[in-house]
């Protein structure tokens, strides 16, 4: 008897049950031969039976990547860690908003390392917000600093007689 096979796209063959063998069908491969009605997978037909059983297991399908916008999780490097923004604003800026982007860019690497993907991503984005909130309230205290110093020069130092023209 001879058989033919497909992947699909392609008919292969004719080949004898013993070239089959070599092929490496498994139970799922289309196989079809005359006296069949069409295509039928190798695993419904008796006589291919003692070819398959030689035949190893496939090999189970590959975890399932996480899926966030913009993020291809089969990168091996974490996501932006923002630890030297953070400590940089904490030095220069604003002490308290530096200090909780400094604890959230602590968590990105070990979170990222240990598979949880998704954690070391909010902590990446947590540690980049709280950094950026720190250096603009840094920026703006900086401003009203420079602001006050210039008012105070252009009045001589002296506050008794001040009234702002605003």
């Known amino acids: ?47 291919l039976a003692a070819l398959l059983s030689s035949t190893p297991p496939p090999i189970s399908p590959p975890p399932p990547q996480f899926s966030y916008p913009g993020i291809n999780y089969a990168q091996t490097k974490p996501p932006k860690t923002w630890l030297v923004e953070s400590i940089l604003v904490t030095l220069f ?24 993907h998704q954690g070391a991503l909010l902590a990446s984005e947590d540690a980049g917000r709280w950094t950026k909130i720190g250096f603009w309230v840094g920026l703006v205290s900086v401003l009203i600093w420079v602001v006050f110093v210039i008012v105070t020069a252009l009045n001589g130092g002296n506050f008794e007689n001040f009234t702002p023209n605003f």
């Open 1 to 47: 008897m001879e058989y033919f096979i497909t992947d699909g796209v392609s008919n292969f063959g004719p080949f004898t049950l013993d070239q089959l063998r070599e092929k490496n069908i498994t139970p799922a491969t289309k196989i079809w031969y005359s006296g069949l009605s069409g295509w039928t997978p190798a695993g419904e037909i008796p006589e």
């Open 93 to 116: 800026c604003c002490l308290p908003f530096g200090i909780a982007g400094i604890i959230y860019a602590s968590r990105v690497e070990s979170k990222f390392y240990s598979g949880d």
